[in-house]
């Protein structure tokens, strides 16, 4: 699938979002459109920004330039949507974002999170006291030369702070016009609708693939109330993508990657899906995006989903 997509040559500014480009050029485009929160449309197959970065998401990459030429031509392919943290580097995705596509092109959603602490590489802490989520929204306002951010996430609720506390603050944020949507990320329907009490909730990030499908009943919850669902590690397939495994046999039938088909599903499952594939490489990211070509057909998603 990759070889439909046209080589763009690489701009030297950030790129344009050009409606009129083709269906080849812009493949991102034809994952559906989905308005978070009601007003801010976005392409549904997204960018996850967290792979930018060193080893552990931890640092600065190996390659800046690499970097910086992934998320241009994210964008040169129609995404629309790109997912980053405070926490991934810390501060370098951010960094590099703003680098690589401020001044942003018109309609191009950066979505950050906040709630997670770097003391090394691999290691996340919670963190949800209120002072603290409004210091990293105000630096991430900084970093990436915004006056709102479009959706701002808890990456997690702090278990050792009350969570009205952290759901409020992020209330009180959005009255000041510091940040439009609100989102969540690995949370159950309980914590969703304990939260919507306090502030309207526009996205949940769980960790939803072909392979683990724990957040099932949160995906139903967010598909009723069409709410975003941006399920992270969206490539996760396990014993799936085997040789001689469903995905694997399936991608051949079709003559796509497997990782394309696992996109597909997920794009397929709910129209409230937002996936975030990432990668920090131009021939990967290419290939993820392809995925929002393929239509799935209703036997090949059971057969994917019950093996």
């Not at 640092?59 to 405070?86: F, H, K, M, S």
């Not at 997690?156 to 992020?170: E, H, N, S, W, Y």
């Not at 439009?180 to 949370?187: A, C, P, Q």
């Amino acid at each position: 699938m990759s070889k439909t997509i046209d080589v763009i040559q690489h701009h030297m500014g950030p790129p344009k979002l050009t409606p009129a480009a083709s269906v080849k050029t812009r493949p991102a485009a034809r994952s559906g459109t989905f308005a978070i929160g009601g007003d801010l449309p976005v392409h549904r197959l997204g960018y996850g920004a967290m792979q930018l970065t060193g080893p552990g998401v931890w640092g600065e990459p190996a390659d800046r330039a690499q970097a910086i030429g992934v998320l241009r031509r994210a964008v040169e392919l129609g995404t629309n949507l790109i997912d980053t943290a405070d926490s991934y580097g810390p501060y370098v995705s951010e960094d590099l974002i703003r680098e690589a596509l401020h001044p942003y092109p018109r309609g191009l959603v950066v979505a950050t999170k906040a709630g997670l602490t770097r003391p090394g590489p691999g290691k996340w802490v919670p963190l949800g006291r209120p002072d603290y989520l409004r210091q990293e929204c105000e630096m991430s306002l900084r970093r990436l030369g915004v006056e709102r951010i479009d959706l701002f996430q808890l990456h997690r609720i702090d278990p050792k702070v009350p969570a009205d506390d952290q759901f409020g603050v992020l209330r009180d944020l959005q009255k000041e016009g510091k940040i439009r949507h609100v989102g969540l990320s690995e949370v159950n329907v309980t914590e969703i609708e304990a939260a919507r009490r306090i502030v309207p909730v526009a996205t949940v990030q769980n960790q939803y693939n072909l392979a683990h499908r724990d957040s099932e009943d949160v995906l139903n919850y967010c598909t009723r109330n069409n709410i975003g669902f941006i399920p992270w590690f969206p490539l996760a397939t396990g014993d799936l993508a085997k040789p001689h495994g469903v995905l694997t046999r399936v991608a051949r039938q079709l003559g796509a990657q497997p990782a394309q088909i696992a996109l597909a599903w997920l794009l397929k499952k709910s129209p409230v899906m937002l996936p975030i594939p990432g990668t920090s490489k131009v021939k990967h990211l290419e290939e993820n995006t392809a995925a929002a070509l393929l239509n799935l057909d209703a036997s090949t998603m059971n057969e994917l989903a019950n093996e």
